[in-house]
């Protein structure tokens, strides 16, 4: 078995995050995904914009990069481009990466960018209390939506792949054991790789939305979780309280900083 | 335009052009930046220049993401840059304070416009003096510096860079519209070597190494990432190990010593000209291009047998306090010409502590202080 505690910053433990969170189920997949891959920790940069998912920079043995809120992924541009042999994971939620971050997030899709992002979708903002997220359902309960949501939601990773990610998952913590195949992958994939994962958020969520505890949140997502095949057979009614999982996209596009360095080459062999 | 010989190089070019030039010449690699009118030359020329040298371009997707990706870039060891005006210069702020920090050495160009908000475009301005030294929420350090031509806008990018890789400070150069757009002759001496400052990196094991370490010069070794030294970097308040703390004891001296890094180095930092002549009691304090008309004015009063002392400091931030005192000391009144409402004589007047008047020149319009604006306000005081 894996020790975990090889990859954790263990003088930074207990963990801020509530009892009954998902994020640690999370963290131990993306830990078991990279395991697997065999990555030094020295050749991995994780970076974090603002948010309870992104503290968890925090606790791993990496070169971690905690910014500001919704700018992970722009510093991670950064980072990728000044150095691409860095394997660059960009760990956010939803409010920081698709409310104040939605533009990096679309655009660095576009570019198609050789960067994992893990998307800790727990619909709602967590760390300030539970104000109403993108992502938070129609109807639901929020401390800014007290009456109930008025607004549409975001599909999160429809937004990456209409935007041009190479590849594009959804798990959910129920299923923990799978998301580590689809973080593998999306470590993997040379390109912009998403992987969403639906996590349950009682402290701010389940309580108000009157789901339950931690353990009872985690049921509720197996129950409403359907895979990509079986959706495919659904009508968009029968879809509408659904999350659907799996692997989304998985497409061969051309890489920004192997285009950036082709660019290099031709622009050094004209000036030679 | 271009002129050779074996050791001169003389070319006719624009400030925008010598800030890009002397980037590359301190050894920049890396550029993000978004289209913004009058700094967007600085990124077409770097787009074309960058690649050539291996170094990375990009243009991002809006002013606050370019601000990350350049902080990204210079934590991974490359010197890094970013150019902007008035309205993306207010967008630069929420990473700039991030910078100054995370102590994340970087360059941010601020070719001034007229403003608030888009402002004037087109036109020159100074007034962004107080948003160059206090925009970013938070007691911070910052350095701010501000040419009055175009060599001299060259020599001052490189220093630029110079002073944030030596303080690990975000660096932040105040061009505006007529510096950006005037094409000046320059001269390059081929043979001139310019001395470029490098990040002290640290001389510890990975196992010993403190990323925030308190040590004698205030300012910690910094390694880049993917070195070997696995260490966080945050936002949040810091102690010596690069991690969040809330401890009183712990926020109070690392928030003491983020300042006092700037403050204790300020004499060696602050650059000033000085033209002064024996017993003249009417001073001049001028910067940017308004310098230039200053100095016209200088000779203009000259002529007339008036006794004037000029200070044009290049380094707006740290103010250069003791000059002004000294000024204030010796002379019945200071003039201050600005394109603005009076930002810099606000500052003037604190250094001078009520020992002497200040007197305001100010054009707001976009248009340039002429030389004979300023010697009137001279005059009026012969």
């Known amino acids: 078995m894996l020790d975990y505690n090889k990859y954790l910053r263990q003088q930074k433990f207990p963990l801020i995050w509530c009892a009954g969170c998902g994020d640690g189920i999370v963290l131990k997949s993306m830990l078991r995904a990279i395991d697997k891959i065999g990555l030094s920790k020295d050749e991995i940069c994780m970076v974090s914009g603002i948010g309870c998912s992104s503290r968890l920079t925090g606790y791993v043995d990496f070169n971690t990069l905690h910014t500001t809120h919704g700018r992970a992924i722009a510093f991670a541009t950064g980072v990728k481009m000044a150095k691409p042999e860095m394997h660059v994971i960009v760990v956010t939620g939803d409010g920081d990466a698709t409310a104040i971050g939605g533009n990096h997030y679309i655009h660095a899709a576009r570019r198609n960018i050789d960067i994992s992002v893990i998307l800790f979708n727990n619909n709602i903002y967590g760390m300030t209390g539970g104000q109403v997220s993108p992502t938070t359902p129609i109807g639901s309960r929020a401390s800014t939506a007290p009456f109930g949501n008025p607004e549409n939601s975001f599909n999160i990773s429809g937004l990456a792949e209409a935007a041009g990610a190479s590849f594009v998952a959804r798990g959910t913590v129920h299923d923990a054991l799978i998301l580590d195949k689809y973080i593998e992958k999306a470590i993997r994939k040379k390109g912009f790789s998403v992987v969403e994962v639906m996590t349950p958020c009682p402290t701010a969520y389940g309580r108000r939305n009157r789901i339950g505890d931690g353990v009872a949140m985690i049921k509720d997502l197996k129950e409403h979780s359907v895979s990509v095949r079986k959706a495919s057979k659904m009508s968009e009614e029968e879809l509408n309280d659904k999350v659907v999982t799996g692997i989304l996209v998985d497409r061969e596009r051309p890489e920004y900083t192997d285009n950036y360095n082709k660019l290099i080459e031709r622009v050094k062999g004209s000036n030679s | 335009m271009k002129q050779k010989n074996d050791q001169f190089e003389v070319k006719v070019i624009t400030g925008n052009e010598a ?330 007047e604190w250094a001078s502590a009520g020992k002497t008047e200040v007197i305001k020149v100010n054009r707001i319009d976009g248009e340039p202080i002429r030389p004979s604006e300023i010697l009137d306000a001279i005059m009026e005081r012969v």
């Open chain 2, 19 to 348: 800030c890009a030039e002397g980037a590359l010449a301190a050894g920049l690699r890396f550029f993000a930046g978004y289209p913004i009118t009058p700094s967007s030359e600085i990124a077409e020329i770097l787009s074309m220049r960058l690649p050539a040298v291996g170094g990375k371009f990009i243009q991002m997707e809006d002013e606050i993401g370019a601000m990350g990706a350049v902080i990204g870039a210079s934590l991974v060891g490359s010197k890094a840059m970013t150019a902007t005006s008035g309205p993306g210069f207010s967008l630069k702020q929420e990473n700039l304070g991030y910078a100054a920090m995370a102590e994340v050495p970087c360059v941010v160009v601020n070719v001034m416009r007229g403003g608030p908000s888009t402002g004037l475009p087109t036109l020159p301005s100074q007034s962004d003096l107080m948003q160059a030294r206090w925009g970013t929420h938070g007691d911070h350090p910052i350095i701010a510096l501000c040419p009055h031509g175009v060599r001299e806008t060259y020599d001052l990018t490189i220093r630029a860079f110079n002073l944030s890789e030596k303080y690990r400070v975000p660096v932040i150069l105040l061009l505006d519209e007529i510096i950006g757009h005037v094409n000046e002759k320059v001269i390059f001496d081929k043979k001139e070597k310019f001395e470029l400052w490098q990040r002290e990196t640290p001389d510890v094991p990975p196992e010993n190494y403190l990323p925030y370490k308190f040590t004698e010069s205030d300012v910690p070794p910094m390694v880049s990432f993917g070195k070997g030294y696995r260490f966080h970097v945050t936002g949040l308040v810091h102690d010596e190990t690069g991690f969040p703390t809330n401890n009183s004891e712990q926020i109070i001296k690392f928030l003491q010593r983020l300042n006092r890094k700037i403050d204790r180095y300020a004499d060696d930092i602050i650059q000033v000209h000085e033209d002064s002549e024996e017993g003249a009691k009417i001073g001049l304090f001028a910067f940017g291009s308004t310098a230039r008309s200053a100095k016209n004015a200088v000779n203009l009063a000259r002529e007339k047998g008036v006794k004037i002392n000029f200070i044009r400091p290049t380094v707006l931030w740290p103010f250069p306090q003791k000059h002004v005192a000294r000024l204030a000391d010796q002379c019945d009144c200071i003039i201050v010409p600005e394109m603005n409402l009076g930002q810099m004589a606000h500052e003037v």
